[in-house]
């Protein structure tokens, strides 16, 4: 083997060898709605990354997003944990966190609030939202 042939299949195997980063251990299902603080807390710590949309029982606008929060989920859910909490039940919890309105997706990394959009988005805006959160994780 020559130099140049040497040089391409060192490449080559180093290329095929990487591996895409471990974000998510424990895996929910996306939209799968959460009823106790360890649950909670379990959703966040699993993951390096999170999302945790606060809805209303009553809400027509988190009803409307119920469909897109999934589906991006779906599509993310081997980097990121996509669940949702009642403002009822986490009313404590949305208050710390700034919560005014439902719905409201807040992105935690590793435990830590870091981001969060309030209100209706479009499956183009809520996966543009997701993907600069699983960037600035060092996710995706």
């Avoid at 710590?45 to 027509?60: D, E, L, R, Y």
């Avoid at 807040?106 to 435990?111: D, I, L, N, P, Q």
């Amino acid at each position: 083997m020559d130099d140049v042939e040497r040089l391409l299949w060192k490449k080559a195997v180093e290329l095929t060898s990487r591996k895409t980063p471990q974000c998510c251990n424990v895996s929910y299902a996306p939209g799968q709605v959460l009823y106790g603080v360890d649950q909670l807390r379990n959703a966040v710590a699993s993951c390096k990354t999170a999302f945790v949309m606060f809805f209303g029982k009553m809400c027509p606008y988190c009803q409307m997003f119920d469909p897109i929060f999934r589906q991006v989920g779906e599509r993310y859910r081997a980097y990121a944990n996509f669940v949702k909490a009642d403002v009822e039940v986490f009313f404590d919890l949305a208050a710390r966190l700034g919560v005014m309105g439902t719905p409201t997706t807040v992105a935690f990394v590793e435990g830590r609030p870091l981001d969060a959009v309030s209100g209706f988005l479009t499956a183009p805006q809520f996966k543009a939202f997701v993907e600069s959160v699983l960037s600035r994780a060092g996710c995706r």
